[in-house]
């Protein structure tokens, strides 16, 4: 078969342009310092990259959700060690209350501070983080609990028995928050029925109040103890999390970036090719007058 001018213009363009954008992949790998840069450089790496990516976006925003548990986690804890050191102060209260030495007079002191308690432990279930109350079950915009109308009820609570849970995995979720019914309730009707009994001088009732703020005590370790289980496996999903993210940021780095010394090697073997392509272009096209006689 005859070779045409024609055939061997178009060979020879066809060799410089190939070589020539050989040598630019080259240099942009070098320049961007990754060796995917579209679809098109690779796309069965291309789409392993994209659905790491997508798996890193994820974990980021699961990493995110478990800080922002954790934060609401321990407000709720020191919430609760501080109302266990308020029932405590009331069982100091109701153990000197019914120890038959008191007179009305003290009785009616020892209910005034008992009264304290109670205002002081009510601050502590409206607790809040960030602007969001952590006893109100999924009322979480304004606070839970409200001084009753009579001074000889208990606080009146105006959350719900809602859950808050935390999306930190993609088939994990965690409860985060404990409604104030359940935390507090208890409290606040052991500490009231204490008042009410010192204030109306009822000492044998008031020895039966120290059962019950025991109960309450019971009660908040017992919520303490779920608290501290759930705050343990939350903290080991965090690091599960994070190590996730590492072996999804190596694996994107694998498939993307340039091997830096092997690219400079690639570079220099394209500007020869690139070079060469050139050379032959130059001797294809010195033709003489003799050439067309």
């Known amino acids: 078969m005859r070779v045409t001018d024609t055939v061997l213009s178009q060979m020879l363009q066809d060799n410089v342009n190939s070589s ?7 240099n942009q790998e070098i320049s961007t310092g990754k060796q995917i840069n579209t679809m098109s450089d690779n796309p069965s790496a291309a789409s392993e990259i994209l659905a790491y990516q997508q798996s890193l976006a994820d974990n980021q925003q699961y990493q995110q959700n478990a800080t922002n548990a954790q934060t609401f986690l321990s407000t709720t804890n020191s919430a609760l060690s501080n109302a266990a050191t308020a029932l405590q102060q009331g069982l100091q209260i109701a153990t000197q209350g019914a120890n038959g030495t008191e007179n009305q007079q003290d009785l009616t002191a020892l209910s005034s501070q008992v009264t304290s308690i109670i205002t002081e432990t009510m601050s502590i279930a409206n607790t809040d983080v960030g602007g969001q ?23 009146v ?51 039966s109040d120290i059962g019950t703020i025991n109960t309450a005590i019971s009660n908040l370790t017992d919520l303490q103890a779920n608290l501290g289980a759930t705050t343990q496996q939350l903290t080991e999903t965090q690091t599960n999390l994070q190590r996730s993210a590492t072996d999804y940021t190596a694996a994107i780095s694998n498939l993307q970036d340039t091997d830096l010394a092997t690219a400079y090697v690639q570079l220099q073997q394209a500007q020869n090719v690139y070079q060469a392509s050139l050379v032959t272009v130059q001797k294809a096209y010195q033709y003489s007058l003799a050439s067309y006689v």
């Open 20 to 26: 020539l954008t050989n040598l630019n992949n080259i």
């Open 157 to 207: 609570y105006s959350g719900n028995n809602g859950t808050i849970n935390a999306v930190v995995g993609k088939n994990s979720v965690i409860q985060v928050n404990t409604p104030g019914s359940t935390a507090f309730g208890g409290i606040f009707t052991a500490l009231t029925t204490l008042q009410n009994d010192l204030a109306a001088g009822n000492q044998s009732a008031v020895s």
């Open 133 to 155: 109350y952590v006893f109100g079950g999924t009322q979480t915009g304004s606070a839970p609990f409200a001084a009753a109308a009579s001074a000889s009820s208990p606080p």
